[in-house]
């Protein structure tokens, strides 16, 4: 935009002649000129045109100038007001300065450099106020800018905050179940002694009794039950050791999935859950770190075991994909997964349950194993009647030759592949 465009000004009377002379001194100058021959036309044409500022004769038939100036006010309340009159009408255009914000007043005759310099001075002041406007909306969009980004940030520290407590707690559960397990270990090492010497001293008993003694038949049932207490502290010594994460060998996921339940059989029998196992006989030994597995089947047991409250059947089942891949699954009849959490259950932290009944780390953990033993783990979809974790490892983890042939619970081929 030039000099020329960016101001305009509104010269007002109703003498032709006076409107030639003003517009004559005042054509050279940087702004717009337009004119009117009084008070009803110019607010016409200011219903069209917007300007900056107003020379108007204050005597003029029909609307005066300080009335015509008090409308226009109304229509451009930041346009400069400036009334030209002469003496005989000084009184009047006094009192028009305190009522329509007068800025100045000229007398006829005019003073041609008077008239240019007030002119001039009037818009300079049309300038800065405008730009003090400009500069006041700037500065109140930027509070409410800066008043946005400090309420975002208030949520944003406390929501760290939260994580930040939530992460130091779960470091403090973490730090308590290592501890845990030193002192399983330490403790299944203390039991192993004495439960060995039961067994042997109860199987060298028996030897020396007839089968038919009920002396016998009670030193049989001491040693079972000796001998079943003794594969518990055998799987809490092996969920103790740490392992190294690298170390993989051929495992029998049947066996793992056994060795869970004999640790945790008491929430099924407490719950009254029914575990069984559905592995296909062509199923064969994973070459996985076993300390792990055992670590996932846990997670994912416990799991399904806490969200079935009323009870039913948990089914562990082993087959082989389309591509030959090997397919684990951990099939429950809870509640299920709503399908808008469905991809959020592997996250860190993440938890549906209580507070203080979930760590929501199990899943995760789950899922970070079964990433590095290049397998994938998901929810399976679209399930009305329970919940389904799939995992699925490359068929380059397979070892032959495959188990032998296990007894099948009565799954249908649907179920052992996923269906």
């Known amino acids: 935009m030039s000099a020329a465009e960016k101001f305009t000004v509104l010269l007002v009377d109703d003498e032709d002649n006076v409107l030639k002379s003003l517009h004559r ?22 219903a069209r045109e917007p300007v900056q500022l107003i020379v108007s004769d ?55 450099e008077d008239l240019k310099a007030t002119i001039n001075q009037g818009l300079g002041k049309w300038s800065l106020e405008h730009e003090n406007s400009r500069l006041l909306r700037e500065l109140a969009e930027k509070n409410r800018e800066l008043n946005e980004w400090n309420h975002t940030l208030e949520k944003k520290v406390e929501e760290r905050t939260r994580a930040l407590k939530e992460a130091e707690s779960q470091m403090v559960q973490a730090e308590k179940m290592a501890s845990l397990g030193v002192l399983a270990g330490g403790v299944a090492h203390e039991l192993n002694n004495p439960l060995g010497g039961i067994i042997g001293i109860s199987q060298l008993l028996i030897l020396d009794l007839p089968e038919e003694d009920q002396l016998g038949q009670d030193l049989r049932t001491i040693n079972k039950a000796a001998v079943h207490c003794s594969e518990i502290v055998k799987n809490l010594l092996r969920f103790s050791r740490k392992g ?16 869970v339940e004999l640790l945790i059989g008491h929430l099924f029998r407490n719950g009254n859950i029914e575990l069984r196992q559905e592995f296909r006989s062509d199923f064969p030994l994973l070459c996985v ?9 846990l997670n994912l047991l416990v799991n399904a075991q806490q969200a079935m409250k009323a009870g039913g059947i ?29 991809g959020k259950v592997f996250d860190p932290f993440f938890t549906t349950k209580p507070e203080g009944q979930g760590t929501g780390l199990g899943l995760s953990v789950t899922y ?3 990433s590095e033993h290049g397998g994938r783990i998901e929810v399976v979809p679209d399930k009305t009647d329970g ?17 032998p042939p296990r007894p099948m619970s009565g799954a249908s081929p649907a179920q052992l592949h996923g269906g």
């Open 25 to 46: 001194v005042l054509r050279r100058e940087p702004y717009r000129l337009l004119t009117a021959a009084g008070g009803a036309e110019a607010l016409e044409l200011l």
């Open 58 to 112: 204050q005597r003029m038939p029909g609307m005066s100038g300080t009335e015509f100036l008090a409308r226009a006010r109304e229509l451009f309340p930041d346009a400069i007001r400036i009334i030209l009159t002469g003496f005989s009408d000084l009184k009047t255009a006094e009192e028009a300065i305190n009522r329509v914000e007068i800025y100045r007043f000229l007398f006829k005759p005019w003073n041609d």
């Open 244 to 259: 190294a994460p690298e170390l993989r060998e051929p495992v029998d996921m049947a066996r793992i999935v056994t060795e």
């Open 289 to 297: 770190n076993p300390p792990q597995m055992r670590q996932v089947m």
């Open 314 to 342: 948990l089914t562990v089942r082993g087959c082989r994909g389309m591509a030959d891949d090997l397919v684990l699954e951990v099939e429950d009849q809870g509640p299920g997964i709503p399908p808008a959490i469905a």
């Open 368 to 370: 970070r194993i079964v």
């Open 387 to 403: 919940a389904c974790i799939r995992m699925t490892f490359p068929a380059s983890l397979a070892h032959s030759p495959a188990v």
